[in-house]
């Protein structure tokens, strides 16, 4: 049997964010074309201080062989089945075992103040030796540091100690919006990006009881986020450095022309030219054939001029060098362009 997973819709009117509830049917039509009648949704359903759940409801009635498994997430913790109404809607407002075809899941609420260690105690004696599920909505400790840049803090955390003490043989997590896999750790992200944050094509995630395998589907969305940073350093080739990198970037969306329209994006240039407005140029040219974020256009006001030959040898030379540095960017670690952007500042004395 296989179940869907998903979380981190964030609905609100479908007048303001039509985009949410589309991605939240293509999920239905493409697990009803797939005959899975079990989709979990895992907290964040709707948007914070949002309590218009009608269109919500008559979009479930219409996918009606479609069991919904929801649990309240930090947005919407006060949802339940006494204000959302539906035959195939099941809200879980207190942790709750259920068992699916022979599959044991553990349903566990988002709630402030608490890790969710302890509200898996409450329950261990249900699922103590069981080969069981755990769905809840908070952080992962050994997860990515700041998984969630626009909540900062931390939201009833899960940590390693946790799934050694419970094991859990699969852990379903809604909060993060970025799909995040790690070991038995789940986030299936947001199936539609809701700000330049979530970038890229989006997905939910299937889970297969037979074969305890748990695979991404991609999501049809109707809007597609990119960003794109590029960092300059002044060289006779500048321009042509500039250009193929946008055409490798592109390349990377993975994404068919047909599908062009959806994309926003937000494009900016940081670091020092040789000459600003050639810069601002390519980079019009190079994403001409796409939507900006909010129509801001490109952006280079972190981008200065230099005209110092010897300055820009070194710069060279530097940034060369942390590309071949045989160094674990990223995680806990500065990224790659952020070690070089704060090279060049002490290159250039900002
Ligand atoms: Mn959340």
């Not at 939507?291 to 530097?318: R, W």
């Amino acid at each position: 049997m296989k179940i869907a997973i998903t979380a981190d819709l964030h609905l609100r009117n479908s007048g303001e964010h039509p985009e949410r509830y589309n991605a939240l049917q293509n999920i239905f039509e493409q697990t009803t074309a797939e005959s899975i009648e079990h989709l979990i949704i895992a907290g964040d359903l709707f948007d914070k201080d949002f309590h218009d759940y009608s269109e919500f409801e008559a979009l479930c009635k219409k996918y009606s062989k479609l069991q919904l498994h929801i649990i309240p997430g930090n947005h919407d913790p006060n949802i339940s089945g006494k204000r959302i109404v539906g035959n195939n809607i099941q809200i879980y407002t207190a942790p709750t075992v259920i068992e699916i075809d022979s599959t044991t899941l553990l349903f566990i609420p988002y709630e402030e103040k608490v890790s969710l260690g302890e509200k898996i105690a409450e329950k261990e004696v249900q699922i103590v030796g069981k080969n069981w599920i755990l769905v809840a909505h908070g952080d992962f400790y050994e997860g990515v540091k700041e998984q969630n840049p626009q909540e900062p803090g931390v939201y009833m955390p899960i940590s390693r100690k946790d799934l050694d003490r419970f094991n859990p043989r699969i852990v379903l997590l809604g909060h993060s919006h970025q799909p995040l896999s790690q070991g038995k750790v789940h986030f299936p992200g947001s199936p539609c990006g809701l700000g330049i944050n979530d970038k890229g094509k989006r997905s939910f995630l299937v889970y297969d009881t037979s074969d305890e395998n748990i695979f991404p589907r991609v999501v049809n969305t109707d809007i597609l986020f990119f960003d794109e940073s590029f960092i300059i350093v002044p060289a006779d080739n500048e321009l042509d450095f500039l250009q193929q990198e946008i055409k490798k970037r592109i390349e990377f969306w993975n994404i068919d022309p047909s599908d062009y329209a959806k994309v926003r994006v937000r494009v900016k240039a940081v670091g020092y030219a040789t000459d600003r407005g050639t810069i601002q140029a390519a980079l019009k040219q190079g994403f001409e054939k796409f939507k900006y974020f909010n129509d801001e256009g490109p952006m280079i006001d972190e981008l200065s001029v230099s005209l110092d030959h010897q300055l820009a040898a070194i710069a060279e030379q530097t940034t060369k060098l942390i590309d071949e540095l045989d160094w674990a960017f990223g995680g806990d670690e500065p990224t790659k362009d952020q070690v070089k952007i704060a090279a060049l500042s002490i290159i250039y004395k900002d």
